[in-house]
């Protein structure tokens, strides 16, 4: 294998050494007085760390940057679902108001009044709902569920949150009275 790779390395060199744009060069090159030589090195150095750079480093810079901001948006995320984790306690809560009217309705109706259009929700068992929400607000969807938990005595089974862009999230939640 060494020896096909060295093969090709002094193919190579041939046929670049026996190029006519190769010869030609070398002679411009040759002819040039001492300065005019030590100038065009001069300038493609400078040209070859101008390509680097555009290449290779800026490139480089530019993920990075990327690659920050969207941890930054990720952490905020990450921070905000934390700060409001207490709301999802599994504990039952107690309520001193008992729910009046059916599960439906009392979700449905305080949804309504937090802007929030349920996609989609089926009777679960006696006395349970399951619930979608797609590309809602985090901050409505967040003080729905504190309202159905605290004032409405509904509480919360299972939820899954998904994000969908900045501020707006998916949600699938089985609620039971």
């Not at 979700?107 to 009777?123: G, Q, T």
């Not at 899954?160 to 998916?170: C, F, M, Q, R």
Request: glycine letters at 6%; zero cysteines.
């Amino acid at each position: 294998m060494a020896e096909f790779i060295e093969r090709i390395k002094e193919q190579g060199k041939q046929q670049l050494l026996s190029s006519s744009l190769y010869q030609n060069g070398v002679s411009w090159y040759a002819g040039l007085a001492s300065r005019d030589q030590f100038m065009v090195k001069g300038l493609s150095a400078i040209v070859v760390i101008a390509l680097l750079f555009v290449w290779i480093w800026q490139p480089s810079i530019d993920a990075n940057k990327k690659a920050s901001q969207k941890f930054q948006s990720e952490l905020s995320f990450h921070n905000k679902l934390k700060e409001n984790a207490f709301l999802f306690s599994t504990g039952k809560v107690i309520s001193s108001s008992s729910p009046s009217g059916s599960i439906l309705s009392i979700v449905n109706n305080s949804a309504k009044a937090k802007n929030i259009v349920l996609k989609r929700f089926e009777p679960e068992g006696q006395d349970g709902l399951r619930v979608w929400l797609d590309k809602a607000n985090f901050n409505s969807v967040i003080d729905w569920l504190e309202i159905l938990e605290s004032q409405k005595g509904i509480n919360i089974e299972q939820i899954s949150i998904d994000k969908v862009s900045p501020g707006l999230v998916n949600l699938r939640a089985v609620l039971k009275s």
